[in-house]
């Protein structure tokens, strides 16, 4: 189930049935789920409209570093070592000069067996 804080639910408290048990209440809890859903979509638009607001997922949370430190201590070391060698790849994909990639590279080698 996803919530979506930019899209909130508002609560039509005339809606509630007039003969509804603890009437009073309900409308309370109402205004304040409305009051709450109000705050959250004033909070998530203008963390949305900063200009410094980054998304992240599962792929930013967990490292690939980690990820294969992970499998190792799982006892897949063969499974790290492929994911290393695939973001080393990816890495020296991205460089945009030889010297860097140089660089990564040498800098790969000397902490491949760490």
């Given amino acids: 189930m996803s919530i979506d804080f930019l899209n909130p639910e508002y609560y039509d408290v005339s809606a509630i049935h007039p003969e509804a048990p603890n009437k009073p209440l309900l409308e309370e809890l109402f205004q304040r789920m409305n009051d709450q859903n109000e705050r959250l979509w ?63 590279y040498k800098d790969f080698l000397a902490n491949e067996f760490e």
Avoid at 51 to 56: D, E, L, R, T, V
Avoid at 88 to 95: D, F, G, T, V
């Fill in 42 to 104: 004033m909070f998530f638009t203008e963390m949305n409209e900063d200009p410094k607001h980054k998304k992240f997922g599962y792929a930013e949370t967990m490292h690939w570093k980690a990820r294969a430190s992970y499998h190792r201590t799982q006892g897949d070391a063969k499974r790290a070592k492929r994911l290393e060698r695939r973001m080393a790849l990816e890495e020296a994909k991205k460089c945009d000069s030889d010297e860097t990639f140089m660089t990564g």
